[in-house]
Structure formats: structure tokens, C-alpha cells
């Protein structure tokens, strides 16, 4: 018996994003971004949730359109030509237009007061043009649909430092929840540090170390991305160095790349096998079908209208995808393995060694039939990839909307809740006009609809998760993904900014490339009660924080893909 899964919010989601004329159901979405594919065998597993592309892809394939998630840009020093920082601006609200999030890598502008040679001025650094760049994003929505989203990066010795740290908060005198929210509200902010920085913060960086953690755990920002763990599984490196990552921190990528990614849902590979009176995963066809979603994912590099040529030529230069998973959680607890197991990590690292090796495996196989990327044709390329037709494969994805839409869990977090009550706000100028809901995670309230009590307890919620073992989970699945892995590290209310320091270091000695933390109501909101803020699309207040994003579970609002 396999598991027919949706949400209650895909029902807002998908008419409101992703029908277009004549497109009454999930179904003709699934069908119409097949056949645009010339993958007719795709659109079963679209409509019955097997596997979602991301959202350009959904909302674009058919229409014309750009169908990848994240794209890089490496900001140049310069007022004019291609990557300085006026024509950034205009490339970015071009990406956003198309519903892609943006990362930038701000390392290269001088720093605030040294001289500008030829006019005898003064640069103002580079957090006076983020500026810039935060108010044309709040003016261009992504795809149409909602706001866009990005992520800065600025490397640790960069002059600006002590600025970007101090970035987001009003001083060094305020309080916890003093987020500016004037202040580089559509941004992820996060320092681009490798083993020298450890060596620093340890004698002549104290202070600003000290700094970087309280700031953190006031407000979430800055962030870590760890650039030399990056780096040494950069599959390209006769292009160039990774200088920034896409806003929810999965996908480093070179300057003007951009990257199409996809999820397979683990919820809806569960079966339950009478003979065994147990569930399990359909191994067999999820070896079978990856396959095609590599196929799927490489084809839309090809059949996507980009927003810029520079973006284009990157892309196919290097031709990379990002086959990911969600559901997690609830294959965990279908499997009676608790998330915060050594026995539950070990379970996640295996099946993303299988999903990687027959994604790898697939690549091999399409670089045979339809040529390899042509970054693997340079003469001074020394990698192991010759041949293949993409340089990286897999990429973990947060799936915000797309879980929704498939009623599996998020990405390889644990739950948020199995069960919430939703206050929708239906008139702003009326305080009583409240439509209450009660918002059941989709795979426990099958469970518990089907009798299947005894699997009830097996869901962890996330604040019960202590953060060791958030850290330890992303630690486990990055071993074998090949891009880098989009997780929240969520510390509970109670926790000092010297946790957030450990979180940071920790995640670090383990391998992870990259480290978001969040301080349950460090921002007088908590992802695990109502938000003070009500969803703007829908007036819902089941709305929670996570990847410097909110996410609406009640319409699937989220400022970020």
C-alpha cells in the first residue's frame, strides 16, 4: 500500500502560483511541465509527488520562461561593465523577475574610505551599495509572486568585516530582538571563513568573534559559509574559486552561474508491506526513476529562456543540477528511527549515498549520449569528471514550498509540528474576523487516520531536537551531496551566543559547508508559536522563520525558493 499524500495549503499554492489558462488541477501542472520536457513518462511522478521541480521550473516550463532556482553573482570593483556593481543591480531585479534567488559575493569592493584612483575620491564600501541592492529587491517581486531573496558573502578579511558583523543590529548596547528590519531586510548575511579565521578568532579576532556570536543569536545574521570545506569539492576549479552561495546556503556556485534544482519525495517512495506488517522504502523504483529526474533537470538548462546571456553561457559551460530530497523525517518515522539516532543519521547518510551514486551514474550515462559539459573539455581540466554531462548532481534543498505542495516534510529537517492551530486574519481593520484552522502534518494525520497509532510517537518536532543533532544531521547528509545542504540549526529560547559560537564550530569540525543558526524568539517571534507578524499573503499566523526566510504552511507563502 504506498501512501497518497497532498497538504491542505497545496490547494492555496497551486492554483495561485502555478495554473495558468486552461489548468484546472496539480495534474495538468504535472503534465504540461512534462511534455515541455518532451518526458511524457515524467508527469505520473510530478502528479502523484514522486518528485517537483523547483518553482521557476513549475511556474515557467511551457510559457517561456527561466526554469532555475539560484544563481551566483561575484560583484566587480567597477561603476561600469559587465559584474560592476550598477549592472549587478539590474541583473539581479532581472533574476527576480524570473523567480530566482540570488547570492553575491561583495569580497572585491574596497573597503570604506580607501582612495578611488582616477577621481581622488573615497569608496563608501561595499555595505553602502547592499543597500542599493536591498531596496531594488523590495520593489521586484520573485516571479511575479513574492519578494525577492538573497544572500551576501563577505570574506572574514575583507577591511569591512567588523561593518557586515554589525550589519544587521542597532549596536552593540541593545537587546535581544533589535533587528533592524530597515536594514538589509531582503538579505542573508554570512562571513566567508576557512581555518585561518578559527586561528584568528582565537587571539586577535576575540572581540569580533565575541561579537559575531551575539549578533547571531540576537537575529540569526551573520551566518557562516565555510569557503575552504567549499572549495575542495569544487568539481571546476580551472574556472575559479566559489565566492558566495544562493540565499538559503545549498548552492555555491561560480559568478553568473545559475543552478535547476528538484526534489524526490521519500514520503511517497513509503509503502506498507502487509507481509512484513511494516513500512519501507521502494528502493527499486527510486534507483529506477533518478535517472529520469537527472535527464528532467538537464533538460531544462536547455529549454530555459535566461535572463541574461552571461548567465546563460556560465550555466551551460559547467551544465549543473541539484537532485535533492524531502520527506525525511517521515521516512524516519516510518522506520521507527528516532532523528537525533546515531541509528537515524547513519539511515539518512546511506540513502544519500545511494541517491548520489545513481545520479552520478545517470550524468555518466547522459554525458555519453548527448556530450559532456564543456567546462570538461578545457585543456587545463584535471578532474575525475571527463565525460560527464554535469558537474555536480545533487544539492540539498530546504523544499519550502514544495513540500507543501507534496505533504511530505521539509528537506531533511524534523517536523515543525504534527499538529498547529491556524488564526487567519480575514480583515485587517477587524480584529474579530478570525478563521481558526488546525493544521495536521500531513503523514502523521494519514497515520493516525489509518490506525497506525503506534507510529504516532515516533515524530520528533524540531525544538525537542537538541542542536548537537541538528548539526549532526546536516553533518551526516553533506558526506555524500556534492553541492552543500540547506538546514536550520534551531537553538531554544535560553540559549547564549556562546551555544550559537559552539553550533558555529562544530559544524565546522564536522565537514558542513555552511552553518544558518536561530535562536527560538530572538526576534520576538518563534518558529514554534505564532509570528507577530501575520502571513502577508493570507493574514495567517502560523508563519515561521527558518533559513532567514518566512515560510506560511497555511498558503505557502515563503520570500525564497
Known amino acids: 500500500m504506498f501512501i497518497p499524500l497532498t497538504s491542505q495549503a497545496a490547494d492555496q499554492i497551486i492554483p495561485q502560483r502555478y495554473q495558468y489558462d486552461g489548468e484546472s488541477s496539480w495534474g495538468d501542472v504535472a503534465h504540461r511541465v512534462a511534455l515541455s520536457l518532451d518526458l511524457p513518462q515524467l508527469a505520473d511522478l510530478i502528479e502523484t509527488r514522486r518528485f517537483i521541480p523547483n518553482s521557476p521550473a513549475l511556474a515557467n516550463l511551457g510559457r517561456g520562461g527561466f526554469t532555475h532556482a539560484c544563481l551566483v553573482r561575484v560583484i566587480e570593483d567597477s561603476y561600469t561593465g559587465a559584474s560592476s556593481i550598477p549592472d549587478s543591480i539590474a541583473w539581479a531585479m532581472r533574476a527576480h523577475k524570473e523567480g530566482a534567488g540570488t547570492g553575491f559575493g561583495l569580497s572585491r569592493i574596497?573597503?570604506?574610505?580607501?582612495?578611488?584612483?582616477?577621481?581622488?575620491?573615497?569608496?563608501?564600501?561595499?555595505?553602502?551599495?547592499?543597500?542599493?541592492?536591498?531596496?531594488?529587491t523590495s520593489v521586484t517581486k520573485q516571479g511575479g509572486f513574492r519578494r525577492g531573496a538573497n544572500m551576501s558573502v563577505l570574506n572574514w578579511r575583507h577591511?569591512?568585516?567588523?561593518?557586515?558583523?554589525?550589519?544587521?543590529?542597532?549596536?552593540?548596547?541593545?537587546?535581544?530582538?533589535?533587528?533592524?528590519?530597515?536594514?538589509?531586510?531582503?538579505?542573508?548575511?554570512?562571513?566567508?571563513?576557512?581555518?585561518?579565521?578559527?586561528r584568528w578568532v582565537d587571539g586577535d579576532g576575540a572581540e569580533t568573534w565575541e561579537r559575531i556570536q551575539l549578533y547571531a543569536w540576537r537575529c540569526g545574521d551573520p551566518g557562516l559559509w565555510f569557503v575552504d570545506h567549499t572549495n575542495r569539492a569544487n568539481p571546476t576549479p580551472?574556472?575559479?574559486?566559489?565566492?558566495?552561495?544562493?540565499?538559503?546556503?545549498?548552492?555555491?556556485?561560480?559568478?553568473?552561474?545559475?543552478c535547476v534544482l528538484g526534489s524526490l519525495s521519500l514520503t511517497h517512495y513509503l509503502y506498507y508491506d502487509s507481509n512484513t506488517a511494516a513500512f519501507a522504502l521502494d528502493y527499486q523504483a527510486l534507483v529506477a526513476d533518478i535517472p529520469l529526474?537527472?535527464?528532467?533537470?538537464?533538460?531544462?538548462?536547455?529549454?530555459?529562456?535566461?535572463?541574461?546571456?552571461?548567465?546563460?553561457?556560465?550555466?551551460?559551460?559547467?551544465?549543473?543540477?541539484?537532485?535533492?530530497?524531502?520527506?525525511?523525517?517521515?521516512?524516519?518515522?516510518?522506520?521507527?528511527l528516532p532523528y537525533d539516532s546515531e541509528e537515524g543519521r547513519r539511515f539518512a547518510s546511506r540513502l544519500t549515498h545511494l541517491i548520489n551514486r545513481i545520479a552520478r551514474q545517470s550524468s555518466a550515462a547522459l554525458g555519453a549520449e548527448l556530450g559532456e559539459a564543456p567546462a570538461f573539455s578545457l585543456p587545463d581540466y584535471m578532474g575525475p569528471l571527463r565525460g560527464h554531462r554535469n558537474a555536480i548532481v545533487t544539492t540539498q534543498a530546504p523544499t519550502?514550498?514544495?513540500?507543501?505542495?507534496?505533504?511530505?516534510?521539509?528537506?531533511?529537517?524534523p517536523v515543525y509540528a504534527v499538529e498547529a492551530e491556524s488564526h487567519r486574519y480575514l480583515n485587517p481593520d477587524d480584529p474579530t474576523a478570525v478563521q481558526v484552522d488546525t493544521l495536521v502534518h500531513p503523514f502523521y494525520g494519514w497515520l493516525r487516520e489509518?490506525?497506525?497509532?503506534?507510529?504516532?510517537?515516533?515524530f520528533q518536532e524540531a525544538e525537542n531536537i537538541n542542536w548537537r543533532d541538528h548539526i549532526r544531521m546536516q553533518a551526516a547528509v553533506q558526506e555524500h551531496i556534492e553541492n552543500a545542504v540547506s538546514k536550520t540549526i534551531n537553538l531554544p529560547t535560553g540559549a547564549t551566543p556562546a551555544d550559537v559560537g559552539d553550533a558555529y564550530r562544530l559544524a565546522y569540525d564536522l565537514g558542513c559547508k555552511g552553518v544558518t543558526v536561530y535562536v527560538n524568539e530572538s526576534k520576538g517571534e518563534s518558529p514554534?508559536?505564532?509570528?507577530?507578524?501575520?502571513?502577508?499573503?493570507?493574514?495567517?499566523?502560523?508563519?515561521?522563520?527558518?533559513?532567514?526566510?518566512?515560510?506560511?504552511p497555511t498558503c505557502g507563502s515563503k520570500c525564497d525558493l
Not at 110 to 134: C, M, Q
Not at 159 to 183: I, N, Q, S, W, Y
Open 238 to 258: 580551472h574556472l575559479g574559486d566559489f565566492e558566495s552561495v544562493n540565499p538559503c546556503g545549498e548552492t555555491p556556485l561560480l559568478s553568473n552561474e545559475s
Open 450 to 458: 489509518h490506525g497506525f497509532d503506534e507510529y504516532l510517537v515516533e
Open 159 to 198: 577591511p569591512d568585516l567588523e561593518a557586515f558583523v554589525d550589519a544587521k543590529v542597532g549596536g552593540a548596547d541593545c537587546t535581544m530582538a533589535c533587528e533592524r528590519p530597515e536594514h538589509y531586510h531582503n538579505f542573508n548575511l554570512s562571513i566567508g571563513v576557512d581555518a585561518d579565521f578559527w
Open 293 to 336: 529526474y537527472i535527464r528532467a533537470l538537464d533538460r531544462m538548462i536547455d529549454v530555459a529562456v535566461y535572463p541574461a546571456d552571461d548567465i546563460e553561457l556560465a550555466t551551460k559551460l559547467t551544465r549543473k543540477v541539484g537532485l535533492g530530497m524531502m520527506g525525511l523525517a517521515d521516512a524516519l518515522a516510518a522506520h521507527k
Open 400 to 413: 519550502g514550498t514544495i513540500s507543501l505542495i507534496a505533504g511530505a516534510s521539509a528537506g531533511i529537517e
Open 528 to 552: 514554534w508559536q505564532r509570528v507577530k507578524e501575520t502571513c502577508t499573503e493570507c493574514g495567517s499566523d502560523q508563519a515561521y522563520r527558518s533559513e532567514g526566510c518566512v515560510t506560511c
Open 110 to 136: 574596497r573597503g570604506a574610505g580607501e582612495s578611488v584612483r582616477g577621481t581622488g575620491g573615497i569608496a563608501s564600501g561595499p555595505l553602502s551599495f547592499l543597500k542599493v541592492f536591498d531596496v531594488a
